[in-house]
């Protein structure tokens, strides 16, 4: 199958086969987003799915879990979801699992019987957006839920036997709001329990609306030592019971930083990597942020792997 855009598969979902349901995601208004905003969202055919699963099974695949693409494959209708299933059990009896990404209203949308009969059917993980604890951010970055619904989802999902998975985003809260953030955050993950935790540090680009936002003065960005600070505060105040472990997973890509680890049990060491890069930060002369200017021409440095460019923020 031609893929259209960007493979987004969470990092937890690298061994499964990503089986591409649907092109772009059918929400694409989140500000600081840039995944899917060239694409129209489209629901791929059945022909066209069962004809993915016929080439894999043909080149000797058999996996036993299966991602489903694109943004949030679980704003398909139910029906339709589960006739995907039956489709791909028809190639793959022994699949254990299917998971995707997933909204907050994705999951409201559904009745209880419907995630009932979802997770009969073999789903398993839903990825959720969750961004922020704060809810004058959640409006800013017009995500399409309030903290209120997202706590009633993750209820509701998990009422329904399925696993509760969280994506995040240090920074999002803009400058000076570090602790107020991760301290929001941390609230309310040590309420609803997820299983992992994924965070992707925000990265501003000036062709998506927050960087127009952040341009005209009305987003102001946290630097990278402020979100590598959120990110320890975080990490810190996290609760899971040793119990229900909690597997975190941070991605600072300007730093070329990854951060993971199951919590409780690895928290020191995060914690002392994170120091460690926060110690480095330190040094800098001048704040770093992590902006994408359009006209930026990055160079690759054989030296340390990576792309620079001219990160400075215009002044207002
Ligand atoms: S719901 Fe997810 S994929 Fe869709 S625009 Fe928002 S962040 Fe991007």
């Not at 909204?103 to 059917?121: F, G, H, N, P, W």
């Not at 929001?184 to 992707?200: D, I, K, M, Q």
Request: glycine share 8%; net charge negative; charged share 25%.
């Amino acid at each position: 199958m031609d893929y259209e855009g960007q493979i987004c598969r969470t990092p937890m979902e690298g061994s499964a086969f990503g089986l591409p349901v649907m092109v772009g995601c059918s929400y694409n208004a989140c500000k600081f987003c840039g995944l899917f905003k060239h694409l129209k969202w489209r629901v791929l055919p059945l022909e066209q799915v069962e004809a993915e699963c016929a080439r894999v099974k043909g080149l000797g695949g058999a996996p036993k879990k299966i991602f489903l693409g694109d943004g949030n494959a679980f704003d398909l209708d139910s029906g339709h979801l589960l006739e995907i299933i039956r489709l791909v059990r028809g190639y793959f009896p022994d699949v254990e699992a299917f998971n995707m990404d997933a909204t907050v209203t994705s999951i409201l949308q559904k009745t209880d019987d419907e995630l009932r009969a979802l997770y009969a059917a073999g789903v398993r993980h839903l990825y959720l957006g969750i961004e922020s604890g704060l809810d004058d951010v959640l409006r800013f970055m017009n995500k399409e839920h309030t903290l209120a619904q997202a706590y009633q989802a993750v209820e509701r999902l998990q009422a329904a036997g399925l696993i509760f998975d969280a994506h995040v985003m240090t920074g999002v809260a803009g400058a000076g709001r570090s602790e107020e953030a991760a301290h929001a955050l941390a609230e309310f993950f040590n309420r609803t329990h997820p299983t992992h935790v994924c965070n992707f540090s925000l990265f501003v680009e000036e062709s998506l609306p927050l960087g127009q936002e952040l341009l005209r003065g009305r987003f102001h960005a946290a630097s990278e030592l402020d979100n590598l600070k959120e990110d320890r505060l975080f990490v810190s105040l996290l609760r899971p019971d040793a119990a229900h472990p909690l597997t975190y997973d941070s991605f600072h890509d300007f730093l070329g930083l990854r951060v993971r680890g199951t919590l409780p049990a690895d928290r020191e060491k995060m914690l002392a990597r994170l120091d460690q890069f926060i110690a480095e930060e330190e040094k800098e002369e001048q704040p770093r942020y992590s902006f994408l200017p359009k006209d930026a021409h990055p160079t690759f440095d054989d030296r340390t792997g990576r792309y620079h460019w001219d990160s400075s923020i215009p002044a207002v």
